[in-house]
């Protein structure tokens, strides 16, 4: 079975600060990662996705993630976060058939 | 286009009685999945259909929880009758492909209540 494993429950920084989310799985076969984003009141967006080839990967809104598949990791960066970042982040898992299994988590909250 | 639209956006119930929630997958995606986050811990999956078929219901929680999809369109999810510990936030997605370098797009979630 999957598993999702995302380090940080709550993380708080002030503007300009720079972000590590970790985010670790267990699956020994070909995976896609995610993440995503809820921002407050919203819906669950996606931040950015690897399915092969590069494992530096970009996404929306300056944010990117490394895959490394030694580490079975997939964390998620940005140099320099902005208020508006501020919400819930979740690194998702998708082995086959297009579903994902789902870490627990982290809140950002970014201080003006 | 039209996202993945669930209603109602928040529901609060007594113990006992029934809710049913409603997801609009977007026009054309064949593959619906309902997810559920309970009390800020993970996202779990609870079931996926292919048009109106089941192909997977592993991770419904026990047979208090009905999902259809009649025509291939949109599903519901029935809980009835509701326990407290069906509070949480339903999310449903879609997507068009399924498998791996899939992508699925949600909706913003139900947030049930159950009192």
């Known amino acids: 079975a999957q598993s999702v494993s995302q380090h940080n429950h709550h993380v708080i920084l002030s503007e300009a600060a720079s972000l590590e989310l970790g985010c670790n799985y267990s699956y020994g076969g070909t995976v896609n990662l995610f993440w995503y984003v809820q921002y407050p009141g919203q819906h669950l967006q996606l931040l950015l996705k690897y399915f092969s080839g590069d494992p530096l990967v970009k996404g929306i809104k300056g944010f990117e993630a490394e895959f490394i598949k030694s580490k079975f990791s997939f964390n998620l960066r940005k140099p320099s976060v902005q208020w508006s970042d501020t919400a819930e982040y979740f690194c998702a898992v998708n082995a086959w058939a297009g579903k994902s299994t789902f870490g627990d988590g982290t809140t950002l909250t970014v201080k003006p | 286009e039209a996202g993945v639209t669930q209603f109602p956006s928040h529901s609060v119930i007594e113990k006992g009685q029934t809710v049913t929630l409603r997801c609009d997958p977007i026009?054309?995606?064949?593959?619906l999945y309902w997810y559920r986050r309970v009390m800020g811990k993970e996202i779990k999956f609870l079931l996926h259909?292919?048009?109106?078929?089941?192909?997977?219901e592993s991770g419904m929680p026990n047979n208090r929880f009905l999902a259809e999809r009649t025509g291939g369109t949109y599903s519901t999810l029935k809980v009835q009758p509701a326990e407290l510990e069906d509070s949480g936030v339903y999310f449903c997605a879609s997507s068009q492909e399924r498998g791996l370098n899939t992508e699925a797009f949600f909706g913003q979630g139900t947030r049930l209540t159950v009192v």
């Open positions: 259909f292919v048009k109106e078929s089941k192909q997977d």
């Open positions: 026009s054309g995606h064949d593959n």
